[in-house]
Antibody, heavy 121, light 106 residues
Framework: QVQLQESGPGLVKPSQTLSVTCTVSGGSIRNGYNYYYWIRQPAGKGLEWVGRLYVSGTTDYNPSLKSRVTISADMSKDQFSLRLTSVTAADTAMYYC?????????????WGQGTTVTVSS | SYELTQPPSVSVSPGQTANIPCSGDKLGDKYVCWYQQKPGQSPVLVMYQDRKRPSGIPERFSGSNSGNTATLTISGTQAMDEADYYCQAWDSSNGVFGTGTKVTVL
């Protein structure tokens, strides 16, 4: 049973860079053909798709965040990470990592518990 | 950018049918997924490829998609189905979530 666990700083200052990591257990990133996602949710609001990484290294990003977002993986550690630059209070949210099959319409079927990131001075 | 619109709330009596619409331009030309999120929990996939249920999702959940509207239907709604529901579709390689609907079982 694949499990995902996010880890992050909790608090980031405005204009700085947010970095959160997702550790995959119960299945290796490099041995599967899956997409790995980051999705965020401000408190009391809806879900926002941030981006995804394919095992080949290909990435897709939300156009509204594309200039600030990088998703990468460390295959040796079975981890993938989100980096978001020049953060503002609007980036305060619960950040979820997730996994889905290599075909989009099969959906996102494994989610982490989420990690809360607050942007504040 | 592509947008998916859902009503903020839907109310349903126990045992009745809840219909949750999701609207988007030519949405019927795309595949839609649905996610259920209960308070304090991560989302759970309840429908994919418009009308297919993942393993473990009860048969009372069904889906359809045509024209500009996709619909998640909960038949014989139970108290445990009270949650937020989000539709999701792909616009090129950009994943788009709907605005979300809170289903209240009265």
């Amino acid at each position: 049973q694949v499990q995902l666990q996010e880890s992050g700083p909790g608090l980031v200052k405005p204009s700085q860079t947010l970095s959160v990591t997702c550790t995959v257990s119960g299945g290796s990133i490099r041995n599967g053909y899956n997409y790995y996602y980051w999705i965020r949710q401000p408190a009391g609001k809806g879900l926002e798709w941030v981006g995804r990484l394919y095992v080949s290294g290909t990435t897709d990003y939300n156009p509204s965040l594309k200039s600030r977002v990088t998703i990468s993986a460390d295959m040796s550690k079975d981890q993938f990470s989100l980096r978001l630059t020049s953060v503002t209070a609007a980036d305060t949210a619960m950040y979820y990592c997730a996994r889905g099959p290599p075909t989009d319409y099969y959906g996102i079927d494994v989610w982490g518990q989420g990690t809360t990131v607050t942007v504040s001075s | 950018s592509y947008e998916l619109t859902q009503p903020p709330s839907v109310s349903v009596s126990p045992g009745q049918t809840a219909n949750i619409p999701c609207s988007g331009d030519k949405l019927g030309d795309k595949y839609v997924c649905w996610y259920q999120q209960k308070p304090g929990q991560s989302p759970v996939l309840v429908m994919y490829q418009d009308r297919k249920r993942p393993s473990g999702i009860p048969e009372r959940f069904s889906g359809s998609n045509s024209g500009n509207t996709a619909t998640l239907t909960i038949s014989g709604t139970q108290a445990m189905d009270e949650a937020d529901y989000y539709c999701q579709a792909w616009d090129s390689s950009n994943g788009v979530f709907g605005t979300g609907t809170k289903v209240t079982v009265l």
